[in-house]
């Protein structure tokens, strides 16, 4: 695990985090306690990894194309 805040990381650095620590989990060679703390932060991760994915669909959804199908621009997001 890092010490970098859940809140500060990228998807990237949440998702590879993340699957460090499901990997630890599946291998059971960790104490009760450990386990734990790597579950919480596991959920922690999870959140941030799905904000983050959801962000970028918002984004792609605010694209607006033409009769064509081609982009043209952005539609403002509620919130962004």
Known sequence: MTDTPVDQMTFEQAMKELEAVVGQLERGDVALDQSIDLYT?????KKRCEDELKRAEE?????TLDADG???GTTPVEGQ
């Open 70 to 72: 081609q982009p043209t």
């Open 59 to 63: 984004k792609v959804a605010a694209i």
């Open 41 to 45: 932060r596991g959920a922690q991760l």
